[in-house]
T-cell receptor, first 116, second 113 residues
C-alpha cells in the first residue's frame, strides 16, 4: 500500500507553546488529508478534513484557531497545536488519500503529544 | 445523526474463530472499513465493503448488509499476534459532498493460548 509518513513520532512540550506535526504522502499525491485525535482506549475522533489548496473543514467542537491545519501541497499537510495545554495531550494521527479510484485512506504512524 | 456500535472487548482462544459485529446508522453511507490497531500504533487497513455480501482475504473476512446497517469481521485460525483493537469505520458523505471516515470505539480482542 501507499506510504504516509508522520513526524515527529512523539513530542513533549511546555504549556503555552505551539507544536507542529507533519504528514507527508511519500509515493502518491494526497488530494485529501484527515487529522484524527485518539485518547487512551478510545477510538479515533476526526478533527478536520483538508483538501489541497483550500481551507480545512473542521468537525463540530474542534477549535480551528487552536488546531491550525495547512495543506499547501499534494504531499504535505501540517497540524499546529497552538498554545498547548495538558488536556491537549493525545495521540494525533493523519491519513491521506488520493482522488478518484482509491477506496482507502492510508494512515501515518501517529504522533504522541505530551504537554507538561 | 451518526452512530457506530461494536462490542468493547472480546476474548478468544488461539486457533479458534471469532466474529466481531458492528452496527451503524449514518445518513450518507458510502462504504465500510475494518482496521486493526495495536496499542500505540496507527491503524492498518484490513477490509472494505461497499456492496452487500462477504469479502474474503486470507484469514480475515468481512460481511456487510446495508439494509440492516450491519457488518462483521471474521477472524479464522487465530494467532496470538491478532490480539489488538479492531475498528469498524463507516465512510460517510458529509454535507459538503466529501467523504469522511467515522470510527466506532473499537473492539479490543485478546487471544489466549
Amino acid at each position: 500500500g501507499a506510504v504516509v509518513s508522520q513526524h515527529p513520532s512523539w513530542v513533549i512540550c511546555k504549556s503555552g507553546t505551539s507544536v507542529k506535526i507533519e504528514c507527508r504522502s511519500l509515493d502518491f499525491q494526497a488530494t485529501t488529508m484527515f487529522w484524527y485525535r485518539q485518547f487512551p482506549k478510545q477510538s479515533l475522533m476526526l478533527m478536520a478534513t483538508s483538501n489541497e489548496g483550500s481551507k480545512a473543514t473542521y468537525e463540530q467542537g474542534v477549535e480551528k484557531d487552536k488546531f491550525l491545519i495547512n495543506h499547501a501541497s499534494l504531499t504535505l499537510s501540517t497540524l499546529t497545536v497552538t498554545s498547548a495545554h495538558p488536556e491537549d495531550s493525545s495521540f494525533y494521527i493523519c491519513s491521506a488519500k488520493s482522488h478518484g479510484t482509491a477506496t482507502e485512506a492510508f494512515f501515518g504512524q501517529g504522533t504522541r503529544l505530551t504537554v507538561v | 445523526g451518526q452512530n457506530i456500535d461494536q462490542p468493547t472487548e472480546m476474548t478468544a482462544t488461539e486457533g479458534a474463530i471469532v466474529q466481531i459485529n458492528c452496527t451503524y446508522q449514518t445518513s450518507g453511507f458510502n462504504g465500510l472499513f475494518w482496521y486493526q490497531q495495536h496499542a500505540g500504533e496507527a491503524p492498518t487497513f484490513l477490509s472494505y465493503n461497499v456492496l452487500d455480501g462477504l469479502e474474503e482475504k486470507g484469514r480475515f473476512s468481512s460481511f456487510l448488509s446495508r439494509s440492516k446497517g450491519y457488518s462483521y469481521l471474521l477472524l479464522k485460525e487465530l494467532q496470538m499476534k491478532d490480539s489488538a483493537s479492531y475498528l469498524c469505520a463507516v465512510r460517510d458523505r458529509g454535507a459538503g459532498g466529501y467523504n469522511k471516515l467515522i470510527f466506532g470505539a473499537g473492539t479490543r480482542l485478546a487471544v489466549h493460548p
